[in-house]
């Protein structure tokens, strides 16, 4: 059983409309959450973090995070093509700096 | 701040010969870590080092993977002898104290033939 699960897409979205992420997760101890975005041949950048329970708002980028029902989820406001990338979900399980990967959703955005 | 350096970018080797990737981490970033990512299995931690000692290396393939670091802005990926299958991309990532946020370098792309 995979720790980290991600649809890997490709999810395809209209210029301009919401994109919506999800990942789930196994460990119930798991404190900190975090995605990455990956342009093709590029290398894994930090979009945003997250701690606690709710939403976590960073320009058009919105965490949203459920540990009762162990789901992270990112929200991209109006899309652009230059979101255009692969997402990935990372969780930090064993409390030792280690972070656990999804296997990433390809996001492609419609002019 | 330079980032995370890897060398080389692109390596193009024969099956049976030696590769050395390096790496030199953001300076004053105490953890480290190298990845493979291919297609078919994602980002892949092969080794975790944290202030130059090896924590996990439960994810080096076999004994053909070995990794160094000898001091605190110089690590090396080797790996002897290489094989078609070892073809993947190589990010080394670092990390400072105590923090999980990891800063990824450009990679090193190695094909073996």
């Known amino acids: 059983q995979k720790e980290v699960e991600q649809n890997s897409g490709p999810l395809s979205v209209p210029e301009g409309a919401i994109a919506s992420l999800n990942c789930t997760y196994s460990?119930?101890?798991?404190?900190?959450f975090f995605w990455y975005r990956q342009y093709s041949g590029k290398s894994p950048e930090l979009i945003m973090s997250?701690?606690s329970n709710g939403d976590k708002e960073d320009g058009r980028f919105t965490a949203q995070l459920n540990k009762a029902s162990q789901y992270v989820s990112l929200l991209i406001r109006d899309s652009q093509p230059s979101d255009s990338a692969t997402y990935l979900c990372?969780?930090?399980?064993?409390?030792?700096?280690?972070?656990?990967w999804g296997a990433g959703t390809k996001l492609i955005i419609k002019p | 701040d330079a980032g995370v350096i890897q060398s080389p970018r692109h390596e193009v080797t024969e099956m049976g010969q030696e590769v050395t990737l390096r790496c030199k981490p953001i300076?004053?970033?105490?953890?480290l870590f190298w990845y493979r990512q291919t297609m078919m299995r994602g980002l892949e931690l092969l080794i975790y080092?944290?202030?130059?000692?090896?924590?996990?290396d439960s994810g080096m393939p076999e004994d053909r993977f070995s990794a160094k670091m000898p001091n605190a802005s110089f690590s090396t990926l080797k790996i002897q002898p290489s094989e078609p299958r070892d073809s993947a991309v190589y990010f080394c990532?670092?990390?400072?104290?105590?923090?999980?946020?990891?800063?990824f370098g450009p990679g090193t792309r190695l094909l073996v033939l």
């Open positions: 300076s004053g970033h105490n953890s």
């Open positions: 080092f944290n202030n130059n000692v090896p924590i996990d």
């Open positions: 460990d119930r101890g798991s404190q900190s």
């Open positions: 990532a670092s990390s400072p104290t105590r923090q999980e946020t990891q800063y």
């Open positions: 990372a969780v930090n399980i064993y409390s030792n700096y280690q972070l656990i």
């Open positions: 997250i701690y």
